[in-house]
């Protein structure tokens, strides 16, 4: 079998590739968590080879049995401490967006605030609930990001995307394909490249203000003081309740195990402290999910994604 590293070079000069490359890339380099072992290969291409690069990796990474996970701002991520195996696609170097009428094309790689900030400049808005959120724009629209009682998909209008046989399309918004925090991606093996949103005419000042009351927003809520992937748990109406209001009231807040905890402040995001392991975060996850249902008899749904090369569990 051909060795991922003679692999990777003939796709590149086939490519001409530019960008980066690392072998053994501590992936805590790159969540928002900051935990995370190495990645196999880890690879961040240039704006200027990106979509027809992403096309041809992915199409020849199939073919020869090399798995191919795709990674934008890293947050909602908890990756394993063993890593991941084989390639880690990176898309931050495909960044930008551009304007067609009162529609924004933003590139998948784009961080959220850098887009806003851009189109509250050329007084476009519409997009403001999801200020201040960490990540990108292909994560948001793979997790359909929802804040605010908003969701992405309450303003898309189509994708731009390389599909499982590595063939670009266009994915137009269809209703019945997005739900709760759920797309059509979360099913798929393939590659978002851009997302198309609805936008509002506005002054940029008005614009500006409102998304920093949602900035100010998470703040307060304690977002920013750990590494942190934010909400830790789904909402879930069945419940009656938000799941930070339910874990509040059965007392989860400050809860630890290792360098993972509860956060003191809010039951339902779940901190770094600063020598978190990946297992620690995992283990503390479990441990609640457990003792909830033990409780109450209802099941938690993680909103944090682990990925990578996890143990088999005890």
């Not at 590739?17 to 961040?44: C, N, Q, S």
């Not at 063993?82 to 790689?109: F, H, K, M, N």
């Not at 309450?154 to 046989?165: F, G, K, P």
């Not at 099913?187 to 000042?205: C, D, F, H, M, N």
Request: charged fraction near 20%; hydrophobic fraction near 40%.
């Amino acid at each position: 079998m051909t060795s991922l590293r003679n692999f990777i070079e003939k796709i590149n000069m086939k490519a001409g590739f530019t960008g980066a490359i690392r072998y053994d890339e501590p992936l805590a380099l790159h969540t928002t968590f900051k935990v995370g072992g190495p990645a196999d290969l880890w690879i961040r291409p240039d704006a200027g080879c990106f979509p027809s690069y992403g096309a041809l990796l992915l199409h020849y990474a199939q073919a020869e049995g090399f798995p191919v996970f795709v990674l934008g701002g890293g947050a909602n991520l908890v990756a394993a401490d063993q890593g991941i195996r084989g390639i880690v696609l990176d898309t931050g170097g495909w960044a930008g967006l551009s304007l067609a009428g009162e529609e924004a094309i933003i590139r998948s790689g784009t961080g959220i605030d850098a887009a806003l900030d851009v189109l509250a400049a050329q007084g476009r808005g519409g997009l403001e609930f999801l200020a201040g959120m960490p990540g990108s724009w292909g994560g948001a629209l793979w997790m359909n990001a929802r804040c605010y009682e908003q969701s992405l998909s309450d303003v898309l209008v189509s994708a731009e995307y390389v599909d499982a046989d590595a063939q670009p399309c266009r994915v137009p918004y269809r209703p019945e394909d997005y739900g709760y925090k759920q797309s059509p991606f979360q099913q798929q093996a393939g590659l978002i490249l851009s997302v198309r949103l609805k936008t509002l005419a506005g002054s940029e000042p008005a614009i500006r203000q409102e998304m920093e009351k949602y900035r100010l927003d998470r703040e307060r809520k304690g977002h920013y003081r750990f590494p942190s992937a934010g909400s830790a748990f789904k909402n879930n109406r069945n419940f009656g309740k938000p799941t930070g209001k339910i874990l509040d009231e059965l007392g989860f807040r400050g809860l630890a195990i290792g360098g993972a905890a509860v956060a003191p402040w809010h039951g339902n995001i779940i901190i770094n402290t600063g020598n978190a392991l990946a297992k620690d975060i995992w283990d503390l996850v479990t441990h609640i999910m457990e003792q909830v249902h033990r409780a109450l008899g209802i099941r938690l749904e993680p909103e944090i994604r682990f990925v990578g090369d996890w143990p088999p569990s005890d």
